[in-house]
């Protein structure tokens, strides 16, 4: 069982940056698919980045590429998601989100939510232009 707590979320300008964190506890494994989902009001739950621990391979959205980094710190069980370049459009529910399940998606960690087990309660990004 893992149990996640994102923080790190609030309200930013157009333009302005966030990072996000992801703390996890209880049994999180050395090999592991770590995401990041969005979902904003009356659209669907999008995963944003994943990453593949140990070897870090990581995935982006198209929505987000070049403007998010997602990364995380093993040793602390704490996984980020650095988001620059935020627009309106960026404004949302984010969760993390972990799989003791490895599934891959030409080389990378899925970004389907219906592969991950553990969630965090979610954090919320409002961008306002």
């Known amino acids: 069982q893992v149990h996640m707590v994102e923080s790190g979320g609030g309200s930013v300008q157009a333009g302005g940056s966030l990072r996000l964190s992801c703390t996890a506890s209880?049994?999180?494994?050395?090999?592991?698919?770590l995401a990041w989902f969005r979902q904003a009001p009356g659209k669907e739950r999008e995963g944003v980045a994943s990453?593949?621990?140990?070897?870090?391979?990581?995935d982006y959205a198209d929505s987000v590429k070049g403007r998010f980094t997602i990364s995380e710190d093993p040793f602390e069980n704490t996984l980020y998601l650095q988001m620059n370049g935020l627009n309106a459009e960026d404004s949302a529910m984010y969760y993390c989100?972990?799989?003791?399940?490895?599934?891959?998606?030409?080389?990378?960690?899925?970004?389907?939510?219906?592969?991950?087990?553990?969630w965090g309660q979610g954090t919320q990004v409002t961008v306002s232009s």
């Open positions: 990453i593949y621990r140990p070897a870090g391979a990581t």
């Open positions: 989100a972990a799989s003791p399940r490895v599934l891959f998606v030409r080389g990378a960690c899925s970004r389907t939510s219906t592969n991950y087990d553990y």
């Open positions: 209880g049994s999180p494994s050395p090999r592991m698919c």
